[in-house]
């Protein structure tokens, strides 16, 4: 082992891993520290989880910059559908490669805790930490999954730089990824399903990238939920299941190039006057399944825009749930509400539906552009302050 390299499996802990992987993890990382001691002998380190089952008694918590915990695999398995299945002939019943098995008997509901004390600005920000390859597991979860089990896979509590998360699986965890303050932070190629959240940024957070990813998260929680974000990039996504993404207070993101669906309304929601973001080339289908939820009917549409200056542009929206499955009875869904906010351009969006469905101006909207998204029986306007031109 190098002085900078570090394998759960071969550093003499004062436990083995396959007992307490956080107790291991929190004796390595101290072990890192003792070692680089300045100012300019801080490069990190690297360390690596071989594949095997190994359970988290201890939070991990990570408190120094440039270190990378990587396993060799995401190992997701369906622990859903395994719960409810006749098991016996099964090749596995759990998941692989570099599997850690949340038990948190420590009282903490993380399983990584990254934080430093001191502020943002100076000691307090942490850079460069990534998190690659190996799957972070609840062990088990109560539909819908959140409230659930309270447990959270990796929480980054101090303001932060370039991060990433690379190929990572989570199963059974109320909040899978959240990261507060992120600067210039990566999540890519992940696998999250059957968790209660998939992607939260809380706080402040800019130019970050969500790429990539299967984000299959339950009807309770959220795909992706940002406040006060700006410029964030949704692109490339499989999202599935209760797809919600929901931004708060952000402005100049782009959405675009994803594969949604969902059972529920509120696919993408634009908030609180989130402002200036391209919502493009977009897959929307909307079905009617597994599960249920009272927290949107169908008028709330299922793109909801509160802001101004945002363009939804050439994007697909598949409507296809039976009439008597539709909330409120006999209503027409809606399929984009602008509920406020000037300036919002629609253009060349397509729609297929098998019940007559809306594109719904409020009466807070003004100078919206709907250009060949709706035919005019489909345009429900509580204003006259919109340009329209029909989709023949």
Known sequence: ??????????????????????????????????RQTTQNTRPGAVIYIPPGHYDLLTRVIVDISFLTIKGSGHGFLSEAIRDGSNTGSWGEVQPGSSHVRVMNTDGHSEAFLVQRAGRPDDVGRLSGIV?????????????????????IGISVQSDNDSFRFEGMGFVYLEHAMTVNGADACSFTNNFVAECGSSIELTGASQSVKITNN?????????????ERTEGLSITGNTILWACNITLIESN??????????????????????????????????????????????????????????????????????????????????TIILVAGGARNYLATNNITANVGVKV??????????????????????????YSLVATP
């Open 1 to 34: 082992m190098a002085d900078t390299v570090y394998d759960v499996t071969t550093f003499a802990a004062s436990v083995s891993p396959y007992t307490d992987i956080g107790r291991v993890i929190n004796e390595i990382i101290a072990d890192i520290k003792s």
């Open 131 to 151: 998190f690659q390859d190996f799957c972070i597991d609840g062990v088990s979860a109560v539909k819908p999954y959140t409230p659930g089990n309270s447990k």
């Open 214 to 226: 299967y984000l299959i998260s339950a009807w309770a929680g959220y795909s992706v939920h940002a």
């Open 252 to 333: 100049r993101c782009t959405i675009s190039a994803n594969k949604l669906l969902s059972d529920f309304p509120s696919m993408i929601s634009l908030q609180n006057g989130s402002s200036g973001n391209l919502i493009s080339a977009n897959h929307f289908r909307r079905v009617y399944g597994d599960g249920t939820s009272t927290r949107f009917d169908d008028l709330y549409g299922m793109m909801r825009i509160s802001g101004d200056d945002n363009a939804v542009i050439g994007n697909q929206f598949s409507f296809s749930v039976p009439p008597e499955n539709i909330s409120p009875a006999g209503s027409d869904p």
């Open 360 to 385: 719904v101006l409020d009466a807070s909207s003004a100078e919206t552009k709907l250009l060949y998204t709706a035919q005019n029986s489909q345009v429900q306007a509580f204003t006259t302050n």
